[in-house]
Structure formats: C-alpha cells, structure tokens
C-alpha cells in the first residue's frame, strides 16, 4: 500500500471507529462506540492529532473531519476531499494531483464511507479496566478481518489496533476535539503553494 493510501487508510480507519460510541450505567459495545460517533460526527467538525506504527510505516499527523470532507496531514503529504474532489499534495515533489474519486474508490479511501463499518457483520465484545473500554471486533472475510478499539470513561477514542493482510497496524489518537472548520479547510488553495506543479486527473 502506498503512502497516500495508508494516509487515507488511516483516516478513513480513525473516522469509522470514532463514528462508532455512548450510554448511562453499564454500556455495551454498540452504546460505547456510538458516543465515541458522536464526537467526531458533530456537523460543525473534529480535529485530532494521530501516529500510526506498523509494518513499514511509523507516521504522525492530524486529520479534520466534517460530514463527508475531511483533510489528513502528514510531514510528507496533505490530503483534501469536500465530498466531491480529492487533492494530494506532495510535498517531496511539490505536486498536487487532482481527481474525482470513483464510488469504489470512496469505499476504499473515504472516511465518510466507514461510519458504519462496526454495524456491518462484524462480532463485537468488550472488556472494561479502570473506566477504559476495549472493544474487539472480527469480521469473517473482511478486508479488515479484526481491531481492537480503545475508548477511555469519557468516550473519547484513544487508539485502534487493526489486522489487515495478516500484519498489525496501531493508530493512536490525541487532542481530539470539536472544532468549527470551515469548508475551504477541506480544499486544495492553490494561493498558499504558488510554486506546486498541479495535475488535473479528472
């Protein structure tokens, strides 16, 4: 997997699980994971930090998310999507490619298209410690075949471990927290790369 895919792979990843969380008394998986939803799904937008540690990748950066948009930074590449075009910058390069995201390719890459990915045939259960709860999750012949989900007392995701391919990836979060982002936070502005070469694929 590419650079650019593992980033939108993450993204997407840390969207899903974060649309996942909520409850009084003892909640269970569903409940937990759909208040943790809840706090990244706020139509105004989230922002959270994120590193990422795994076979051939150890990565920090920051992910925006509004309803279908959402912009993923790293030290090497920034990724926009307003729900309709897709920019990545690379800044080794100093290249932007633009495109339109088939439907196929938004199942793969788009975090909007993961919100629900919990309630999609996968087997849940869930142990609590010290007010943290850790959720596992299988799916029998998913591209994602299992994760383990952390999310502490106050249904805020903490990290995700995921199985893909055999091998296992970590994404921790940080910071996470509700943000009013405007919608040209999610699209490419070419005034702050006047230098950049820019590659329309559409």
């Known amino acids: 997997m590419n650079l650019k895919l593992r980033i939108l792979f993450i993204a997407a990843i ?10 009084g008394g003892r909640p269970d ?14 139509s105004t937008g989230a922002q959270m930090n994120f590193t990422i540690s795994g076979p051939r990748i150890n990565q920090s950066g920051t992910l925006m998310v509004k309803g279908r948009k959402f912009c993923a930074t790293t030290p090497i590449a920034t990724i926009w999507y307003d729900g309709k075009t897709q920019w990545t910058y690379n800044k080794q390069n100093d290249e932007v490619n633009i495109a ?23 087997t849940k259960s869930m142990t609590t410690k010290s007010g943290t709860y850790m959720i596992h999750l299988v799916g029998k ?3 994602i075949s299992e994760m383990y989900v952390t999310i502490d007392k106050y249904y805020n995701l903490k990290q995700i471990k995921v199985k893909q391919n ?10 996470l927290r509700n943000k009013h982002l405007a919608d040209s936070a999610f699209r ?4 702050d790369y006047p230098k950049a070469e820019i590659i329309d694929l559409r």
């Open 29 to 42: 998986a569903n409940t937990v994971l759909d208040k943790a939803t809840r706090k990244i799904s706020v």
């Open 100 to 122: 339109t995201p088939t439907a196929s390719d938004q199942q793969s890459m788009n975090p909007y298209h993961f919100l629900n990915l919990y309630k999609q045939g996968y």
């Open 166 to 175: 055999g091998g296992w990836m970590t994404i921790t979060v940080s910071y």
């Open 188 to 191: 490419f502005n070419s005034k």
């Open 14 to 23: 840390i969207t899903t699980v974060a649309t996942s969380m909520f409850a």
């Open 141 to 143: 012949g998913k591209k």
